[in-house]
């Protein structure tokens, strides 16, 4: 009781701080869900973890949502600033508490990532979450937050573009058939530029790990961000998962030790299939007799025995396909092939 009055004099308590305690690491949760995106859905534009330091980048935001048929709608703090985080975490856990609240607001669309999503799990209010299910999606450290309000609610969140992507015609096309019409898709890398007129595949090459064909929840995103929320309330259960990761700008020696801590963890243990997909700017560098990360994926992923493969065309790159974190899928790791086995929106 006393520390309820503290948070209450603090002006935390409606930030949903306590809602997470004793709420046990790795907790399993029935997938819930959320609506389908219609024509004219208002979708609230928010900034959950990097500040955004120019208007002109949220008009571009605030456009890009409009041209999809959407109303804008900007979450108070949107713009705020609190050195490199956009405002304080108080007010950025506030404005997305606020959005699920909101019953005239039908989606969540942070305005970038950078880092700063992990800082506010501890402040969301997931029984209003719940209550309210929403498309929310994003990616890179966006993957935070859509893990965490995965784990401690079941919601479906999407790993997707946020506001500042390129929105291509064909990333368009894939979220709109995912959160719109509530299609099973299935996915495989695209044939890229030149590779359209080749005899043979140059980029988007899969690497089968081991073969094989597999089913199972799809969880996953940015490898730094999700190795970091081991031993939290905020990584979902992974037993039986179909996990994928991806990242960007870090060399082989992390990745290793990234992936060997989720090994050491056990969080790998009971995996149902894994998927690697692209790492952008992670070579060696200028260093001597690195391991590739072919190696070190075959190091800690083969001895699993589960189906996997690397090279999907999942990550910081272009065009994005929009997945359904908790959705039930099938891999196929000698194709190099996702199918969604159930509609990720209602």
């Not at 969540?108 to 402040?123: E, H, K, N, T």
């Amino acid at each position: 009781m006393r520390r309820r009055r503290l948070l209450a004099g603090m002006g935390l308590t409606g930030l949903g701080l306590t809602l997470a305690q004793g709420v046990q690491p790795g907790m399993a949760q029935a997938a819930q869900r959320p609506p389908r995106l219609r024509p004219g859905a208002t979708v609230g534009i928010f900034s959950p973890a990097g500040a955004t330091f120019e208007q002109d980048r949220l008009d571009v935001v605030v456009e890009a949502v409009t041209a999809l048929g959407w109303q804008p709608k900007l979450a108070p703090h949107v713009l705020d600033r609190y050195g490199y985080l956009a405002g304080s975490d108080a007010v950025r856990a506030a404005d997305v508490n606020a959005l699920f609240a909101d019953s005239r607001v039908d989606a969540l669309m942070p305005v970038r990532g950078d880092w700063g999503s992990a800082r506010i799990l501890p402040y969301l209010d997931y029984d209003q979450i719940r209550a309210n299910p929403k498309v929310i999606l994003g990616f890179s450290d966006i993957t935070a937050l859509l893990l965490g309000i995965y784990a401690q609610t079941g919601l479906i969140t999407f790993h997707g573009p946020h506001g500042l992507t390129a929105w291509r015609s064909d990333q368009v096309d894939f979220l709109r058939r995912v959160v719109v019409q509530g299609e099973t898709l299935t996915f495989t890398n695209p044939l890229l530029g030149a590779d359209q007129d080749r005899l043979m595949r140059d980029q988007g090459r899969i690497q089968t790990i081991t073969p094989g064909r597999a089913t199972g929840r799809l969880i996953g995103g940015n490898l730094s961000v999700l190795s970091a929320l081991v031993g939290s309330p905020y990584l979902p259960d992974l037993r039986g998962a179909i996990l994928f990761l991806e990242d960007i700008g870090e060399p082989p020696y992390r990745v290793d030790r990234m992936l060997t801590q989720l090994k050491l963890a056990g969080a790998l243990a009971g995996l149902a299939g894994f998927i690697f997909g692209q790492c952008r700017a992670c070579g060696p560098g200028e260093g001597y007799g690195s391991l590739t990360l072919a190696e070190i994926l075959r190091d800690h992923i083969q001895p699993l025995g589960i189906p996997a493969w690397s090279g999907a065309w999942i990550g910081h790159v272009e065009p994005m396909w929009t997945l359904p974190l908790g959705g039930r899928v099938a891999i196929d790791a000698d194709q190099g092939e996702i199918q969604m086995l159930e509609p990720a929106v209602v």
